[in-house]
């Protein structure tokens, strides 16, 4: 079985696509205001929301299919997500100035889609090229200087911020899923990568503590801030909830 910490890699490489455009203005990092959640009351409502349908929907879903799926073959199904997600890792490389990472990430993808079988199997970390934490327009928008804006919960898609929501749509265009045309293949494939998504999250659900809307709140814009400085973080918002009393 895949461990927390392989689950937890796999979960922040995925974001799943809306149809919403935010047009928003380009301001300098450091001008970010330091309340980072004006909307809490609604994003609360929110996070209610998608935790309801969560219990009610998703979970049961995914401890189904953790239960009926061998071990091999859900690691091959994350496998095959993760490669497609190297397209936008690539793309988003360029487009931050990180042609090493790029090449890197085209490696990956070149052998793992040739010897590793469509992605089933990842060849490419027996040859040194090991999965990287990933790339998305959102941290392409970060490198180009706008600011993050508020942290925002969307309905069904879960913790995001104002930037995250404006680097959606394009991120949406580089998802190979998206682009097949037959109807019910794409549906069917993107509704398995959900599941396998959900399934992955069941082995770190024990981790959250106290508040738990705080807590996926600090995991995300923790997470978001270590990638977007490619690997940097000041604090750990795990050591931040130990000290707290909820």
């Known amino acids: 079985m895949r461990s927390s910490t392989q689950h937890f890699q796999t979960t922040t490489r995925r974001v799943l696509s809306v149809f919403v455009v935010l047009l928003m203005g380009s301001t300098p990092l450091a001008a970010q ?6 909307w809490e009351g609604f994003n609360r409502k929110v996070f209610a929301f998608n935790d309801s349908v969560d219990g009610a929907v998703l979970k049961p ?17 994350g496998n095959v997500f993760s490669n497609l997600a190297e397209v936008k890792n690539v793309l988003n490389s360029v487009l931050q100035g990180k042609p090493k990472e790029a090449l890197h990430d085209s490696g990956r ?4 889609s040739t010897l590793g079988i469509l992605g089933l199997f990842d060849v490419a970390e027996t040859f040194g090229l090991e999965q990287s934490d990933g790339e998305d327009f959102g941290q392409t ?11 925002l919960v969307l309905p069904f898609f879960g913790p995001s911020s ?11 265009l580089t998802d190979l899923v998206n682009q097949i045309d037959d109807v019910p293949t794409r549906n069917s ?3 398995l990568e959900l ?52």
């Open 33 to 38: 205001e330091e309340n980072q959640d004006p």
């Open 162 to 172: 104002v930037r995250g929501l404006a680097g959606m749509p394009v991120d949406s």
């Open 109 to 112: 993808f070149l052998v793992n």
């Open 141 to 151: 928008l970060a490198v180009w200087g706008v600011s993050e804006g508020p942290y």
């Open 189 to 191: 494939l993107m509704a």
């Open 61 to 77: 879903l995914a401890k189904g299919y953790r239960a009926i799926t061998p071990d091999p073959v859900e690691q091959s199904v």
């Open 195 to 246: 599941l396998d998504l959900r399934a992955s999250l069941l082995d770190v659900e024990g981790l959250a503590s106290g508040d738990k809307y705080l807590f996926f709140r600090e995991a995300y814009l923790q997470r978001r801030e270590f990638l977007v400085n490619d690997g940097v973080v000041e604090d750990d918002f795990f050591d931040d909830f130990e000290d707290e009393d909820y």
